[in-house]
T-cell receptor, first 115, second 113 residues
């Protein structure tokens, strides 16, 4: 069964360092999402791509976070510099499209700890 | 974004049916009702979705009120593997051809053996 692949699974970084997460969506999925989930809360959408274009980044802290999906396939989310409050699970998801009846598939996530 | 209201937690017994409620009184005509669940240390998993009519799939059933202001996710026979946080989400139109998937806090379901 096709899966959304994320790496690394776990990352520990020091405050003020740069960190990057990678996501490989299910083949053929045009829509890719990055979510952040703080312990005990639901996932929060950071950025959504349709192919290589950003369609929603309204909750992305653009002073330190950046995301790209250069060829409309895999994607990278970067944080520079990392802050203690960035400790969270970062989830990537993909779907065939972004229609209302579309199912999204999530990866296992990257657990980030900033020390 | 239209909001949903769910109980923080619910308990059930193994092999019994579970009815997880969700209120969404501000739902708009273009909002789809989605349910996802999240097992510990895993990403969310799609369960079911609907627009106006009740829906069934291999995992669950979704009962939607006639006025669409509430819905209920039904697990017909709960197993220990169904213990998870269940999210009721309104996937709403946000421009172009995009429908936004916005999670709330969800309901933590505990299944007792």
């Amino acid at each position: 069964e096709a899966e959304v692949a994320q790496s690394p699974r776990y990352k520990i970084t020091e405050k003020s360092q740069a960190v990057a997460f990678w996501c490989d969506p299910i083949s053929g999925h045009a829509t890719l999402y990055w979510y952040r989930q703080i312990l005990g809360q639901g996932p929060e959408l950071l950025v959504q791509f349709q192919d290589e274009s950003v369609v929603d980044d309204s909750q992305l802290p653009k002073d330190r976070f950046s995301a790209e999906r250069l060829k409309g396939v895999d994607s990278t989310l970067k944080i520079q510099p990392a802050e203690l409050g960035d400790s969270a699970m970062y989830l990537c998801a993909s779907s065939l499209g972004a229609g209302g009846g579309t199912e999204a598939f999530f990866g296992q996530g990257t657990r980030l700890t900033v020390v | 974004d239209a909001k949903t209201t769910q109980p923080n937690s619910m308990e059930s017994n193994e092999e019994e049916p579970v009815h997880l409620p969700c209120n969404h009184s501000t739902i708009s005509g273009t909002d789809y009702i989605h349910w996802y669940r999240q097992l510990p240390s895993q990403g969310p998993e799609y369960v079911i979705h609907g627009l106006t009519s009740n829906v069934n799939n291999r995992m669950a059933s979704l009962a939607i009120a006639e006025d669409r202001k509430s819905s209920t996710l039904i697990l017909h026979r709960a197993t220990l593997r169904d213990a998870a946080v269940y999210y009721c989400i309104l996937r709403g139109f946000s421009g172009g051809s995009n429908y936004k998937l916005t999670f709330g806090k969800g309901t933590l379901l505990t299944v007792n053996p």
